[in-house]
């Protein structure tokens, strides 16, 4: 656990490939021992700006979702689930990314290698949708509250596991012939 948050703070400290200037993530911020009652996508925006993530809003008001690039421009889908509230005050955070069916690759082939990434990770659930896409997501509660820096980091290292399967799995099933 302790290698995968320095993993997720040595990210959060990169820049982008552009150049432009990412805010630095700072684990010892005294927000960061605030307790997030609920999630909201004011909440949830406010960690993703400190930890140099881009977003735009999406979904409904009783079903927010924010599309999002991390630091290391991987992309992902954060949706708010047990939503009450003229402001919803949310429960539940999905995050999901998905990739287009591996064109190289048999269905088979791309399972294995999903099967064998999920035995070596288990922080977020790699899976292959019925018609062939690969995709990983994970799941937080929120059911009495969340720690506002333990989501900073839920975010880090889930866009890092994101870049990992992309790279270590879908890579190499992509450039295979």
Do not use: H
């Not at 949830?44 to 009783?62: F, M, P």
């Not at 927010?64 to 009450?84: D, E, M």
């Not at 949708?129 to 009495?144: C, E, F, S």
């Amino acid at each position: 656990m302790k290698s995968a948050i320095a993993a997720a703070a040595a990210l959060a400290l990169m820049g982008t490939s552009s150049g432009s200037a990412v805010p630095r993530w700072n684990p010892k911020a005294p927000e960061n021992n605030d307790v997030l009652p609920a999630f909201s996508t004011s909440s949830v925006e406010s960690v993703l700006t400190a930890i140099g993530a881009r977003y735009q809003r999406s979904g409904t008001a009783a079903k927010p979702t924010l599309l999002v690039t991390f630091a290391n421009n991987r992309k992902a889908v954060l949706s708010l689930g047990g939503c009450t509230g003229a402001v919803p005050a949310c429960k539940s955070l999905s995050m999901q990314s998905n990739w287009t069916r591996i064109a190289n690759s048999t269905p088979a082939k791309t399972a294995a290698a999903i099967q064998r990434f999920n035995q070596r990770y288990s922080f977020g659930k790699a899976f292959m949708t019925p018609d062939g896409q690969p995709g990983m997501q994970r799941y937080l509660t929120a059911d009495y509250g969340f720690i506002r820096g333990n989501l900073a980091v839920n975010l880090l290292v889930y866009a890092t596991q994101v870049d990992r399967f992309a790279t270590q799995v879908l890579g190499p099933l992509e450039a295979k012939r």
